[in-house]
């Protein structure tokens, strides 16, 4: 049987087992009930409810019953919410949202097969490979098909967080630049007269050298905040098609898919996520400050 293990932070310090599971170690809500009925939910050695308060200092581990280390890829996919009808995920960088030829490796569909045997992976909001933060999975083509159709109205909020280099003149606006394929590119896009309607509204949380800046979509145009933040002469940091590569985030660039906000496809519920900066993007702009934000 294979364990996993997860010693608890100070920044940890007094929350519930259960949201150190799902939150921090990235397990799934089946894999987390399986545990659970198994015993195999452990603080510093001794059985617990997934109520248990825990301190810094502290090991949570879970003992995962039969073979659902090898079947469940939940370890590896940090589920934030499910239910019958979605799910929401908090997707790591780099990392490729979909299969494909010219991915045919490690993707999240290729991780999220074992939570859903069977089922087609049903993306709604995709997110570039070097972007992180949360996606909307349906789990049945009905689901799919709504948030779909919500995808790009009022009903559907999506809101990124981003390091830029240097910052826009003004603390808040909204960028309004049609884009388009550039020529004889097949994925860089470009700012243009004749693109396609684009709008991303933004506001600026903190300036430096680099900065952070919130950024919420109007339209949904492949690359747009990518395309509309290197625009203005504040590339996002470490874009390698817009800007510049940077070591200090090998494989993907400083951009999170932060907040979401939508209408359950099923209930007619609000329902809205948020998901804080990763560690690494926050060092870039918190040298040894990595909490809060």
Same mark, same amino acid.
Not at 103 to 125: C, H, S
Not at 199 to 207: G, L
Not at 278 to 288: A, D, I, K, Y
């Given at each position: 049987?294979k +364990? %996993?293990?997860?010693?608890?932070s100070?920044?940890?310090n007094?929350?519930? *087992?259960k949201?150190?599971?799902?939150?921090?170690?990235?397990?799934?809500?089946?894999?987390?009930?399986?545990?659970?009925f198994s015993?195999?939910? &452990?603080?510093?050695? !001794?059985r *617990?409810?997934?109520?248990?308060?825990? =301190?810094?200092g502290?090991?949570v581990? #879970?003992?995962?019953?039969?073979d659902?280390?090898?079947t469940?890829a939940? @370890?590896?996919?940090?589920?934030?919410y499910?239910?019958d009808?979605?799910?929401?995920?908090?997707?790591?960088a780099? %990392?490729?949202?979909?299969?494909?030829?010219?991915?045919?490796?490690?993707?999240l569909?290729a $991780?999220?097969k /074992?939570?859903m045997?069977?089922?087609?992976?049903?993306?709604?909001?995709? #997110?570039?490979?070097?972007?992180? @933060?949360?996606?909307?999975?349906a789990r049945?083509?009905?689901?799919q098909?709504?948030?779909?159709?919500? &995808?790009?109205?009022?009903?559907?909020? $999506?809101?990124?967080?981003?390091?830029?280099i240097g910052?826009p003149?003004?603390?808040?606006?909204?960028?309004d630049? /049609?884009i388009?394929?550039?020529? @004889?590119? +097949?994925?860089?896009? !470009?700012?243009? /007269?004749? @693109?396609?309607?684009?709008?991303?509204?933004?506001q *600026?949380?903190? $300036?430096?050298?680099?900065?952070?800046?919130r950024l919420?979509l109007?339209?949904g145009?492949?690359?747009q905040? $990518? *395309?509309?933040m290197?625009?203005?002469?504040c590339?996002?940091?470490?874009?390698? #098609?817009?800007?510049?590569?940077? !070591?200090? &985030?090998?494989g =993907?660039?400083? &951009?999170?898919?932060?907040?979401?906000?939508?209408?359950?496809?099923? +209930?007619?519920?609000?329902? !809205?996520?948020?998901? /804080?900066?990763?560690?690494? %993007?926050?060092?870039?702009?918190?040298?040894g400050?990595?909490?809060?934000m």
């Amino acid at each position: 049987m294979k +364990t %996993l293990r997860h010693v608890v932070s100070m920044e940890e310090n007094g929350r519930l *087992v259960k949201n150190i599971v799902r939150g921090r170690m990235g397990v799934s809500h089946r894999l987390f009930s399986q545990v659970k009925f198994s015993g195999g939910l &452990l603080l510093d050695g !001794e059985r *617990v409810f997934a109520t248990a308060v825990v =301190r810094a200092g502290q090991t949570v581990e #879970l003992i995962l019953p039969g073979d659902a280390a090898d079947t469940d890829a939940a @370890g590896s996919v940090n589920i934030v919410y499910e239910d019958d009808d979605i799910f929401i995920v908090n997707k790591q960088a780099p %990392l490729p949202c979909q299969s494909s030829e010219r991915q045919p490796g490690d993707t999240l569909e290729a $991780r999220m097969k /074992p939570l859903m045997p069977g089922a087609v992976f049903r993306p709604v909001n995709r #997110l570039d490979k070097g972007t992180s @933060g949360l996606m909307l999975v349906a789990r049945h083509a009905h689901a799919q098909d709504v948030m779909q159709r919500r &995808l790009h109205t009022e009903d559907f909020v $999506r809101e990124y967080r981003a390091i830029v280099i240097g910052a826009p003149e003004e603390d808040c606006g909204i960028i309004d630049a /049609p884009i388009r394929k550039a020529d @004889g590119a +097949t994925i860089r896009r !470009e700012v243009a /007269p004749d @693109g396609k309607p684009s709008r991303t509204h933004y506001q *600026v949380e903190k $300036r430096g050298e680099l900065s952070i800046v919130r950024l919420r979509l109007e339209t949904g145009r492949t690359h747009q905040i $990518r *395309v509309h933040m290197a625009h203005m002469g504040c590339p996002v940091f470490g874009d390698f #098609l817009y800007g510049a590569e940077d !070591e200090r &985030l090998p494989g =993907r660039f400083a &951009l999170h898919s932060a907040y979401i906000s939508f209408f359950h496809p099923e +209930t007619g519920e609000r329902m !809205e996520f948020s998901a /804080p900066l990763p560690e690494e %993007l926050l060092r870039l702009v918190q040298p040894g400050e990595t909490n809060g934000m």
